[in-house]
């Protein structure tokens, strides 16, 4: 504070018009009336009109003499400096991937219409003070997370030295979010988590290492999506990159299920939607809800159901895929048929020797063992089922099996290989069949587990 014609006042530029201020504007300054007071202090009408209509919140301090004819008093600062609030932001951002500046702005201000709008500026540093409320509401954050406000300076003080020496220039990242916008609609500001034309005027110039690396990993996840082989459809890019909408289901994972009931079902989209499809196929609308996609669903099934010669390729990708389902099963089923008619051993044994080649470099300390009474729920079979593969071809499992004092195991290794084998489920299943078989009489060759192995005296 300074010394001013032996009144205190503050060094601030402005005075806040409290209630008691404007009292006396109107008792005292005003009382003449307003053009009065304009021609008296050579100070626009419409400003003064506005201070006695509450609509001005402030005076300069020179508005304020000119008015009142004296210095303002004292008044406490209703503002502080923005540094510890603008790190605390940084810092609680950097701990909530999923918050952002605007969010916290709107919680800040409780969605009041004034405040509608995010002023960035409170974030950036341009407006370099903020309310002592908004500091003590970002304060009390972290008190919520039990953090004293030591720990909060520490944590800002360990973010702000890692962020120097991680930032990245922003022309390194731009051509990666043009990249990003062009394949799937993703604006830059939204993986800046601010305006992209701050960067672009020139008064930001790097991002954080955190937003690079997460950057990065979105243009990994589009080429791998683009190298895929898959038709390119934005919609189902942005959704894999960012997730879908919570309880809520994609429009194009419908559209076909409703040009299949309009051309089968003479149903109009509308019937489901609930309006013209054009709102969704120009993406005005994105999603519906689930309790219309199960009326969709149950419609298609009904189609399907009695209209048996419909061709294979009309229906829709869900419903093909289960019809596929259950022409691969029943062909499966043969096959698994077929396998224990002809009980070629043969057939079997080479398609489980194939675990067994290059035996000699999987035999290591630090090999992964699994016991073989886990070993049935490591190939997903019954553990009967396993214990007839086993008698059955007894001579390979001797080859893998590793005696210790606990029992018999197999490397892990072995049974990782086996799953991967072609064939294999074919003899999975054959097993498992048998020992659903509700037959009494079984073939002798299957002698229990244990009797197979041990008899080998140890393994090799």
Avoid at 167 to 194: A, C, D, M, N, S
Avoid at 203 to 218: A, C, F, K, M, P
Avoid at 221 to 244: A, H, W
Avoid at 362 to 390: I, P, S, T
Wanted: glycine share 6%; net charge positive.
């Amino acid at each position: 504070m300074r010394l001013f014609d032996g009144m205190n006042i503050l060094t601030k530029k402005r005075v806040k018009l409290t209630r008691s201020v404007l009292e006396d504007f109107h008792r005292n300054a005003a009382k003449d009336g307003l053009s009065v007071l304009s021609r008296q202090t050579g100070l626009s009408y419409g400003l003064l009109y506005n201070i006695a209509h509450g609509r001005v919140k402030t005076l300069s301090i020179r508005d304020y003499r000119i008015i009142f004819n004296k210095d303002p008093i004292v008044q406490m600062p209703d503002r502080r400096d923005g540094t510890y609030f603008r790190d605390m932001v940084k810092l609680w951002l950097y701990l909530n991937n999923d918050q952002s500046e605007s969010g916290l702005y709107q919680e800040f201000f409780d969605g009041k219409k004034k405040y509608k709008k995010t002023d960035y500026r409170i974030f950036t540093g341009e407006i370099d003070t903020v309310e002592p409320r908004l500091e003590e509401r970002m304060e009390q954050k972290f008190f919520a997370q039990r953090l004293d406000r030591t720990k909060i300076q520490s944590w800002i003080e360990d973010l702000n030295a890692g962020s120097r020496k991680k930032r990245v220039p922003y022309p390194e990242i731009k051509p990666i979010l043009e990249f990003i916008h062009q394949t799937t609609g993703i604006h830059p500001t939204f993986l800046l988590k601010q305006s992209v034309k701050r960067y672009e005027e020139g008064n930001l110039h790097t991002v954080s290492g955190q937003i690079y690396e997460r950057v990065l990993s979105i243009r990994n996840e589009i080429r791998q999506y683009l190298d895929s082989g898959q038709t390119p459809d934005r919609e189902k890019m942005r959704d894999n990159i960012l997730g879908k909408r919570p309880d809520f289901i994609p429009f194009y994972e419908v559209e076909d299920k409703l040009d299949f009931l309009r051309e089968y079902g003479g149903q109009y989209p509308k019937k489901y939607l609930g309006r013209g499809i054009g709102y969704y196929r120009k993406k005005k609308i994105k999603s519906i809800a689930p309790w219309r996609l199960a009326k969709i669903d149950e419609d298609c099934r009904d189609i399907i159901r009695k209209k048996t010669g419909l061709p294979l390729s009309s229906l829709p990708a869900m419903f093909m895929k289960q019809e596929v389902g259950k022409l691969l099963s029943v062909l499966k089923r043969i096959s698994i048929q077929q396998v224990c008619d002809t009980n070629d051993v043969e057939f079997e044994a080479d398609i489980i020797k194939q675990i067994t080649l290059g035996h000699e470099q999987y035999r290591n300390r630090n090999q992964v063992l699994v016991r073989f009474d886990e070993a049935a729920r490591y190939l997903k079979m019954k553990q009967k089922a396993f214990d007839y593969m086993v008698a059955n071809h007894s001579g390979l499992f001797k080859k893998i099996a590793v005696r210790k004092e606990q029992g018999w195991y197999i490397p892990d290794i072995y049974l990782d290989t086996l799953k991967k084998v072609i064939g294999f489920s074919l003899i999975k299943g054959k097993y498992n069949f048998l020992v659903s078989r509700k037959k009494e009489g079984r073939p002798a060759c299957y002698v229990s587990v244990s009797a197979a192995v041990v008899s080998s005296g140890s393994s090799s």
